[in-house]
Structure formats: C-alpha cells, structure tokens
C-alpha cells in the first residue's frame, strides 16, 4: 500500500492547468484555401477555429434537424440507414445544391471549364477500365474519384506555389485563363 507524504507548509500540491474545450470534429481546410482566407480576413487570427466552429455548427444542426439549409448555397441532409455490408444502422450525410447556385454555375462558361469531368483524367478512362477488367461500376468509379482526388492534391500544390510567387512578385495568376 502506497504511503502517504504529508507536504511542507510552504509547498503547495500542483493543479492541474484548464484546458479550453477542444470541440469534438477538427476539419481541416486544404492549404491554399486556408491562405487565400487568411489573406482576404487578415483581422481573423485564427481563421482555422472559425471554420471549425462554421462546420460544427452546420453538421450539430444536420444531425439535431435532419437537415441545414443554408441560403443560395444548398442544403445538407442527415439521416439513419441500415447498412447490408456492416450488418448495423449507419449514419448518412448527403448534400443538394440549390438550384440558384447550379444555375449561376451552369450559365457561367469559365466555371464550367474549370470544372473535371467525372472520372475523366489522363490516366484512367471509366468506360474502358469497366469493359477491360472484371471491376463493377462501382470499383469503377471509384478508382477514378481516387484518381480526382489525387489530381485535386497536385493542383492545391500548383495553387500554393503560385501564391508563393506571387506573393513575392507582387502579381496575381488569377487572370490566366486555362
């Protein structure tokens, strides 16, 4: 059995610090959106917490609700689903877009040149990855959303590189038309 010490009266037992409430969801933003942010806000020192807090606030109201909707952007949506593959209910998130914003989107040419191709890439073609192998449509399309997100990875890079140059040369790429 442990022995108890009995403590000076000039000592004093240590506290334990106050730790802030960390929430329970960190989101993390893709680097060159969280600059492009900091550089826009410069008075937001800590923009990370903002969107956390944005983010925790919609999903608490997605899961509280059902549903957020959220005014020219859309609507995020949750609900319970059983799941045949784990045997068990799962949760399910999805988002709609509003109509507002997929019509500004669609009338807008240089949006809709920015924007991929699902499973379109240099690399791998959909059609042809599900005709030559044995994959279903879904091995399928996954592996081309791996393939798209990869591509998204190399372009945050290209994005960051650039505003590091930028920044340095005082310029802007924003006005190079792809």
């Known amino acids: 059995m442990p022995e108890k010490v009995k403590l000076q009266s000039s000592e004093k037992p240590k506290r334990r610090k106050k ?7 960190s989101f993390k933003l893709p680097p060159d959106v969280r600059l492009s942010l900091q550089k826009e806000f410069p008075e937001i020192k800590k923009i990370d917490r903002v969107v956390n ?6 999903l608490t109201k997605t899961t ?6 959220i005014t020219r952007f859309g609507s995020f949506i949750a609900y319970k689903s059983h799941s045949r593959r784990k045997g068990k209910t799962v949760p399910r998130f999805k988002f709609s877009p509003s109509r507002i914003m ?20 240099p690399k791998v073609n959909l059609a042809e990855t599900f005709v030559d192998s044995d994959q279903s449509g879904g091995m399928a399309r996954r ?9 998204a990875k190399q ?24």
């Open 64 to 69: 509280q609700d059902g549903a957020c909707t």
């Open 53 to 58: 807090a944005v983010f925790e606030k919609i």
């Open 143 to 151: 592996e081309a959303d791996q393939i798209n997100r990869t591509i």
């Open 19 to 25: 730790r802030n409430k960390k929430s329970k969801w």
């Open 102 to 121: 997929l019509h500004d989107i669609q009338n807008d040419s240089y949006i809709m040149r920015q924007i991929p191709e699902y499973g379109q890439s």
């Open 155 to 178: 372009k945050t890079a290209e994005r960051m590189a650039q505003d590091e140059i930028a920044s340095i040369l005082d310029e802007s790429f924003d006005e190079e038309v792809v």
